[in-house]
Structures are given as structure tokens and as C-alpha cells.
């Protein structure tokens, strides 16, 4: 069963800095592309914002390109999201999926809020 943990969310002042974390488990984490998806308060979708292929390639969605770096640790089975010079637009419910139209179950995401 595939689980999908996230964690390192926390209250931030706008240009401040956090690293998530995501473990996963029950599949065979370097064989997918992963990505990291983030809910607005308010907002019921998702959007991605963060996509890593494997090995290593990546994209980003405008809103956050130059700003947070997406990287994988396939030994780890851990993705991770490091975010630098955070915005109150940031603030939101942080999580990781694999990058394709099927999803696995959502964790329970991780909380970011950027106050100003």
C-alpha cells in the first residue's frame, strides 16, 4: 500500500526559508516521477508546483520558479522541496504525489503559512 508522508511545514515570515520532507513507502520510489502540490486556503484543487523526473530533470510552475528547488533522495525514498524567499501567496497545504494524471491517496500534507 502506497503511503505518502510529508512533513517539515511551518509559520514563516514572508522572505524566510523552510525545507519539506516527503517519505514515501509501499512502491518502488525511484522508478517515478514525483512532485509537490500545494492547496490555497479556501481552494479544493491542487496545483503542481514542483515536478522531478529520475533521475533528475525538473520543472516548475511560474509562481515559483527561482525560488524553490525540488530534489529526490531515491535511497531515502524521501523528495524533498526546498522554498527560499517565501510570499503570503506561498501560504497553504503542501503535498507530494507521484507527476502524472493518476494519483496515489493523498497524505495529510503539511502546513505553510507565510505571514507578511
Known amino acids: 500500500q502506497v503511503q505518502l508522508v510529508e512533513s517539515g511545514g511551518d509559520s514563516v515570515q514572508a522572505g524566510g526559508s523552510l525545507r519539506l520532507s516527503c517519505e514515501g513507502s509501499?512502491?518502488?520510489?525511484?522508478?517515478?516521477?514525483m512532485a509537490w502540490y500545494r492547496q490555497a486556503p479556501g481552494k479544493e484543487d491542487r496545483e503542481l508546483i514542483a515536478r522531478i523526473e529520475s533521475p533528475a530533470e525538473t520543472t516548475y510552475a511560474d509562481s515559483v520558479k527561482g525560488r524553490f528547488a525540488i530534489s529526490r533522495d531515491n535511497a531515502k525514498n524521501t523528495l524533498y522541496l526546498q522554498m527560499n524567499s517565501l510570499k503570503p501567496d506561498d501560504t497553504g497545504v503542501y503535498y507530494c504525489?507521484?507527476?502524472?494524471?493518476?494519483?496515489?491517496?493523498w497524505g495529510r500534507g503539511t502546513q505553510v503559512t507565510v505571514s507578511s
Open positions: 504525489n507521484r507527476a502524472a494524471r493518476s494519483l496515489w491517496a
Open positions: 509501499g512502491f518502488i520510489f525511484g522508478v517515478y516521477a
